[in-house]
């Protein structure tokens, strides 16, 4: 079975602070690793993604993660953030067919 | 083009009551995916659909619970005898594929389902 620990639920910066999101997965195979956002009132999307080869994975609006197998981790990070981060950050595993997600970490950002 | 369309968008009913939540998701994803978002508990997944394979349905959490997939596209979730703790915020996600979960997920506004 795969599971996925999301450690902070709720992040509160303020604009300019660097971020960064602790998730932990449980899975004996090959992983792929998401990391999905939900802006207030909007869907969740995707943020960046992890299949294969560089660790580092950077995705949009300057987010970036990096995979680290040794410490089954997927850490998200940005070196600053905006007011208009402010959203749901969920970290999702799929090893099997089926993603599972963390619970979720509520990130606000002061202005 | 269009991405995953959910309706209704909000459902309030009355305890006891059945609800159909309906999932149109992106033409030409084959899998098709319903979570459930509670307050402060993350995507708890419900159910599964691929091209023309039997749904997973392993993440059902009663029988009250059912859903189908007419012609590989629109999906139908049905909630039987509605409880308060029902409520919640029904997803629903498509993607191209499914191999080993390497597809990107498309997910729909939701549901949210109130139960009174």
């Known amino acids: 079975a795969q599971s996925v620990s999301q450690h902070n639920h709720h992040v509160i910066l303020s604009e300019a602070a660097s971020l960064e999101l602790g998730c932990n997965y449980s899975?004996?195979?090959?992983?792929?690793l998401f990391w999905y956002v939900q802006y207030p009132g909007q869907h969740l999307q995707l943020l960046l993604k992890y299949f294969s080869g560089d660790p580092l994975v950077k995705g949009i609006k300057g987010f970036e993660a990096e995979f680290i197998k040794s410490k089954f981790s997927f850490n998200l990070r940005k070196p600053s953030v905006q007011w208009s981060d402010t959203a749901e950050y969920f970290c999702a595993v799929g090893g099997s067919y089926i993603p599972t997600f963390g619970r979720g970490t509520s990130l606000i950002v002061h202005p | 083009g269009a991405g995953v369309s959910q309706s209704p968008s909000n459902k309030v009913t009355e305890k006891g009551k059945d609800v159909e939540l309906r999932c149109d998701p992106i033409s030409g994803h084959t899998a098709l995916y319903w979570y459930r978002q509670s307050l402060g508990q993350g995507l708890e997944f419900l159910i599964y659909?691929?091209?023309?394979?039997?749904?997973?349905k392993s993440g059902l959490p009663s029988d009250r619970f059912s859903a189908e997939r007419t012609g590989g596209s629109v999906s139908t979730l049905t909630i039987q005898r509605t409880q308060q703790e029902d409520s919640a915020v029904y997803l629903c996600?498509?993607?191209?594929?499914?191999?080993?979960?390497?597809?990107?997920?498309?997910f729909g506004p939701g549901t949210r389902l109130t139960v009174t």
């Open positions: 899975y004996g195979g090959t992983v792929n």
């Open positions: 996600a498509s993607s191209r594929g499914s191999r080993q979960g390497e597809y990107e997920q498309y």
């Open positions: 659909f691929q091209g023309n394979s039997a749904p997973d």
